[in-house]
């Protein structure tokens, strides 16, 4: 924790009071920049100016997790970040939490702009800011040429007051050509869309890239509080069914049209059928969250030598 007086100098500032650095000479060396952001300290948009100038000043570093959740740096900080990114500075970074930073599309499009320049980025959670479709639509198009390869998870979910307006309009393409293997993303492990506009399409494109074998290593799929239906979880169940050397066992599909009382939805019968069908493939348990559909919370499915339902 930081005893002395608040420092004046800016880039102490950013860097020693507001990431706990021990001395502003040992940025270079840091394998995590972690954001202490409080009500007294606030990281924002200035303090990731200062930071992003230092490590282009100071040339590759070895950072490779950058905590910035729940900050103040909005679109323009992280535009200042990205540009860092561009210029080499983190060649080694892994894995970037964003959450709710008050970030919009631009910002986000200056990120994705840099990912190239960062070969080994796995994780990018950029869950609780304002995403639209032509946001995705720039990311489905990083991905397509091939300037992510190290992809393994990705955050793009809204919340339930801050919804990210991604649709089938811009996620049905994205899941076609993963379909069609135009895109091979043979690392990725988790998507995680909850709290966005996309609908039993939009699963059902995702579900035909399982049911060919181009998502091998998928594990979660977090789709809650969508607009997903019966039809989507049906189509899901079909694919898992068919490719029984499916990784998936755990799937989200709880809260769906949780803005409407009375819109279609997930049944508890639906979203069984797709547990099942993940059980018979995969020969072990998985689980599935369908919370608030009636009065079942969550439901279970153990393959052994034959499916069996429990919750």
């Known amino acids: ?25 040992d940025l270079q060396g840091k394998l995590c920049f972690l954001c202490t952001d409080t009500a007294e300290r606030e990281f924002n948009a200035e303090d990731a100016k200062v930071l992003a100038d230092a490590m282009i000043a100071q040339g590759p570093c070895e950072v490779e997790y950058i905590f910035f959740q729940n900050s103040k740096i909005g679109d323009q900080g992280l535009e200042a970040v990205a540009k860092a990114m561009a210029a080499g500075a983190t060649p080694k970074l892994l894995t970037m939490d964003l959450s709710n930073i008050l ?10 702009g840099a990912i190239k320049h960062c070969p080994n980025l796995r994780d990018l959670v950029f869950k609780q800011n304002s995403l639209t479709d032509a946001a995705f639509s720039a990311l489905h198009e990083v991905i397509k040429r091939g300037e992510w390869p190290a992809m393994e998870r990705l955050n793009l979910a809204g919340t339930q007051s801050e919804r990210h307006t991604i649709s089938d309009a811009s996620f049905v393409p994205f899941g076609h050509d993963l379909a069609d293997g135009v895109i091979k993303t043979t690392r990725l492990e988790e998507i995680e ?8 399409a939009g699963l059902a494109s995702i579900a ?23 039809e989507g979880a049906r189509a899901l169940a079909d694919a898992l069914r068919a490719n029984k050397r499916t990784q ?8 769906q049209n949780s803005h409407d009382a009375m819109a279609p939805r997930v049944t508890p019968e639906g979203g069984k059928a797709a547990i099942e069908a993940a059980g018979e493939s995969l020969g072990r348990r998985v689980f599935c969250v369908l919370d608030a559909l009636e009065e079942h919370s969550s439901r279970e ?11």
């Open 301 to 311: 499915v153990q393959e052994s030598h034959g499916p069996g339902v429990n919750g």
């Open 193 to 200: 869309l909850s709290d966005t506009d996309i609908s039993d």
């Open 1 to 25: 924790m930081w005893s002395g007086p608040l420092p004046t100098d800016p880039l102490e500032l950013a860097l020693e009071y507001k990431l706990g650095f021990d001395d502003v000479s």
């Open 248 to 255: 998936l066992f755990d799937i989200r599909l709880g809260y």
């Open 208 to 230: 035909l890239a399982i049911q060919r074998g181009h998502l091998r290593k998928l594990r979660s799929l977090y789709m809650q509080a969508c607009r997903i239906t019966d």
């Open 103 to 112: 970030a919009t599309d631009a910002g986000f499009m200056h990120l994705i």
